[in-house]
């Protein structure tokens, strides 16, 4: 069983920065693929960056690519979300989430979530 438990978001001006951290208990975290997603209200739960086990890869979505960065930090058991340039559409409630062999994109395939943060963008 793997708990994630979020903290850093809240509210910034467009064009300012925040770093979300999910931190997860339990040994076996080095193990898990880790993605972060969110939802909008009235909109799907989206995708927005995924790393694999060692931080060998990453994966982004277009509408992020260049403004948020994903990390891990395997020896403090936590994964971040790095995101600059932000923009009222990047107001959402923003989860992270594991598995050990995630579809990285796919929501439904990932086993653990975080109880969500909510980011919110003013212009």
């Known amino acids: 069983q793997v708990q994630l438990v979020e903290s850093g978001g809240g509210l910034v001006q467009a064009g300012g920065s925040l770093r979300l951290s999910c931190a997860a208990s339990g040994r076996t975290f080095s193990s898990y693929a880790m993605g972060w997603f969110r939802q909008a209200p009235g909109k799907e739960r989206e995708f927005v960056a995924a790393i694999s086990w060692n931080g060998g890869h990453t994966y982004y979505a277009d509408s992020v690519k260049g403004r948020f960065t994903i990390s891990r930090d395997n020896t403090k058991n936590t994964a971040y979300l790095q995101m600059n340039s932000l923009k009222p559409e990047d107001t959402a409630a923003y989860y992270c989430?594991?598995?050990?062999?995630?579809?990285?994109?796919?929501?439904?395939?990932?086993?653990?979530w975080s109880q969500g943060t909510q980011v919110t963008v003013s212009s």
């Open positions: 989430a594991g598995d050990q062999s995630p579809q990285y994109y796919s929501a439904t395939t990932y086993s653990y």
